[in-house]
């Protein structure tokens, strides 16, 4: 599944008692496979197409008029799909050299920007914000690359 | 590793870009700024 949050162990045993996903037992593990048959298919393929709405997320930045972030990414958990219920969704921004970090045409669209993360994913929304420069230092003094 | 190292790295492998500058532009590294 590729949404923005991973089944647990606990959710697919569920799942495999509902009959929505098929399991093998392979010794030591067990491989889950969805069931094409079930009537819950297409809901479960509608669930697992969740991360497409990061459209959203897009379109809601492209709104942003002026004193939009240099950058903005999605980080962490949520990014690689291992996030759960209780994960923050990780984002970054980049505020432009051009705004002060308490700069208020700043500060109330990254609020919102969380708050509206927060709604679309229903897991808290933690904003890292960062001034454009700085990710410029620490990339040129990444010594892991 | 740093947590600016950490999150450079996460930047580069896993996170997934929504807007702005591109990536690709953002993330060059040492090696390719010395030969701009």
């Known amino acids: 599944m590729c949404s923005l949050i991973s089944p647990s162990w606990s959710l697919l045993a569920d799942l495999a008692e509902a009959g929505v996903v098929r399991r093998e037992r392979h010794p ?4 889950y496979a969805l069931n094409d048959l079930h009537v819950a298919h297409g809901a479960v393929l509608e669930l697992a197409g969740l991360r497409d709405e990061l459209r959203r997320v897009r ?4 709104a942003w008029d002026s004193d939009a972030p240099a950058a903005t990414w999605l980080f962490g958990s949520a990014a690689r799909g291992e ?4 994960s923050d969704v990780d984002v970054l921004v980049l505020r432009p050299e051009t705004l002060d ?14 708050s509206f993360i927060s709604l679309l994913s229903g897991n808290s929304c ?12 620490l990339v040129l ?5 | 590793m740093t947590r600016g190292e950490r999150l450079v790295e996460d930047l ?12 690709e532009v953002l ?3 040492p090696a390719m700024r010395s030969v701009q």
Do not use: F, K, Q
Request: hydrophobic share 40%; glycine share 8%.
């Open chain 1, 126 to 137: 933690e904003i890292l914000e960062l001034p454009e420069e700085e990710l410029g230092h």
């Open chain 2, 27 to 29: 993330l060059r590294g």
């Open chain 2, 12 to 23: 580069r492998e896993d996170a997934v870009w929504l807007g702005g500058e591109r990536p």
């Open chain 1, 83 to 86: 996030g759960s219920v209780r």
């Open chain 1, 59 to 62: 379109a809601y930045l492209e």
């Open chain 1, 28 to 31: 030591p593990i067990h491989l």
């Open chain 1, 101 to 114: 970090e308490d700069n208020p045409v700043w500060v109330a669209p990254v609020a919102d920007l969380s």
């Open chain 1, 141 to 145: 003094t990444d010594t892991t690359w």
